[in-house]
């Protein structure tokens, strides 16, 4: 029996600028969208599902559907922010509403017309720099510009969603962003990772190369990167095969040596779950063939 699946049909619903006044706090309880969070000034924090996260000029979040988030601007230096929100799935059949549904009793919440979709490669919520995406941070520039000197148009919204979520694709782990307050020891291990894609990195080579504890290299990942450093290398390793898939002819099971698996089809697997695409139709589909 064939698996009901969502299609995905996504549609911005939402994309604005927001300058924080001094200890202005904003909390919402649970979000139906997937958004795209990021600093353009300003220093703080957001805490998202109970997970707090620093924020400065250049960060980005990508937030999952209905999550909890709280904003924490510092108030000498009040964070200045651009968002858009998104709809995995909105009928295309239904006239769209250009509203965020914030908490459970909003009208638009739990609404079969518009939902979430699973996209293995946006699993949770993950963070990275502009630094190191700058096409990611010009397309969220200019869909928040459009929107907030335009308006909502349906027909630019759902063009735009794809779009966004194709970039998000391109890099969803965010794995080899480098915030600029990340610490030398920090900056040694993420080396470490690169250097040594095709072998198995085990925790203790990390906290050897960095010269901290186990507990150390777990925190400052989780501290900068958003994620431990198991998934930081898995992120890495799938990254680099992204790269290799678009820019070579090498074959599949070559490029599944170099970043460290010996079964092609383990490969295979791993690289469809974090970039939703099994090898073959993602080197396709780069190549426009």
């Known amino acids: 029996m064939l698996k009901n699946v969502t299609p995905l049909s996504p549609i911005i619903v939402h994309a604005n600028w927001w300058q924080f006044a001094p200890h202005e706090r904003i909390r919402h309880p649970r979000v139906e969208s997937r958004m795209l969070l990021w600093c353009r000034q300003g220093r703080g924090s957001i805490r998202v599902n109970g997970q707090d996260l620093p924020f400065e000029p250049g960060c980005f979040a990508v937030l999952p559907w209905a999550h909890a988030i709280d904003y924490r601007p ?8 651009g968002a858009i929100h998104w709809l995995p799935y909105h009928d295309p059949g239904v006239e769209a509403v250009f509203e965020v549904a914030h908490h459970s009793d909003h009208p638009l919440a739990h609404r079969a017309f518009r939902r979430d979709v699973d996209l293995p490669f946006l699993n949770g919520l993950l963070c990275g720099h502009f630094k190191q995406r700058r096409p990611l941070e010009h397309l969220a520039e200019y869909i928040a510009m459009r929107f907030v000197e335009r308006g909502p148009d349906e027909q630019f919204c759902r063009g735009m969603a794809e779009a966004l979520v194709m970039e998000l694709r391109d890099g969803a782990t965010g794995a080899r962003v480098r915030h600029e307050d990340a610490p030398g020891q920090l900056e040694r291990m993420v080396a470490c990772i690169e250097a040594r894609v095709g072998e198995s990195i085990r925790l203790e080579v990390l906290a050897g190369v960095g010269r901290c504890s186990l507990a150390t290299v777990r925190r400052l990942f989780m501290r ?12 890495y390793k799938m990254d680099r095969a992204g790269e290799l898939l678009r820019t070579s002819s090498l074959s599949v099971g070559e490029i599944a040596r170099r970043v460290g698996f010996e079964d092609p089809l383990h490969f ?3 690289f469809k779950k974090v970039k939703g695409q099994s090898p073959l139709p993602f080197r396709k589909d780069w190549r426009g063939l």
């Open 224 to 235: 900068h990167y958003g994620m431990s450093p198991a998934q930081f290398v898995a992120g």
């Open 74 to 81: 510092q108030p000498e230096d009040p964070l200045l922010v």
């Open 268 to 270: 295979s697997k791993a």
